[in-house]
Structure formats: C-alpha cells, structure tokens
C-alpha cells in the first residue's frame, strides 16, 4: 500500500474516532486509541493491557469496521465535509468588500462546524 495512501486511511479512521469514537465499547476505544494517537504496535498494546497481539488486531480491526458502518448508516462526517466545501465554495465566490458581513457569518459558521 503506497504511504500516501495509508496517510489517507490513517486520517479517515482519525476523523471517524472524533465522529463517531463514543459509540464504541470502552475497550475497543481504548485500544484503537492507543494505536492510533499514541501510535503503539500491537506488541506494546498487548504488553500494557496483558492480552495477546491477536486479541488487539482483531479489537482494532472491529473498532474500524463499527466507524465505518455508522458512517455509511448515519453519514455526519460525509454531511459535515460535503457543508464545508460548499462554505468555502460560496466564500471564494463572494467579493468580500461587497458582502462583507456574509463572509463573516460563513466563517463563523464554518468555524462551528470545524
């Protein structure tokens, strides 16, 4: 898998932990937390929590298979990026000096959203 590609994997399943990441059972967060923000191997995790590398793969690859599925069912980070290009879209087709105060409010709602 080219690194450009597993950067973009990385930063889905990222986004899809700050979306939807609650919904997960303790544990399953707790271990994909420690893969993916503290950037542990399976080893390490195994190690600190007394459970096999195998138990964490599959903890692991369970916690991403959830996040994907309330994506598609729920859908929030697709909605909320589909609104943000649009916002932008509308904010760099403005000329700011003529509709100063509506730039203002889109970056503010923009900034709501981010």
């Known amino acids: 898998m080219s690194e450009n590609k597993l950067v973009r994997q990385h930063n889905r399943i990222c986004m899809l932990l700050d979306y939807y990441g609650d919904l997960l059972t303790s544990r ?13 191997s399976l080893s390490e995790i ?22 994907e599925q309330y994506e598609i ?14 916002l932008d879209q509308i904010m760099s087709n ?12 889109l970056k503010e709602l923009k900034a709501m959203i981010l």
Do not use: C, F, W, Y
């Open 28 to 40: 399953r967060q707790q271990i994909l937390n420690m893969s993916i923000e503290n950037d542990l």
């Open 46 to 67: 195994a190690e600190k929590l007394e459970i096999s590398r195998q138990a964490v793969h599959d903890n692991i690859q369970k916690a991403i298979d959830q996040l």
């Open 73 to 86: 069912v729920l859908g929030m980070a697709t909605k909320d990026r589909a609104l943000l290009n649009k």
């Open 94 to 105: 403005n000329q700011p000096e003529k509709n100063r105060e509506v730039i203002l409010q």
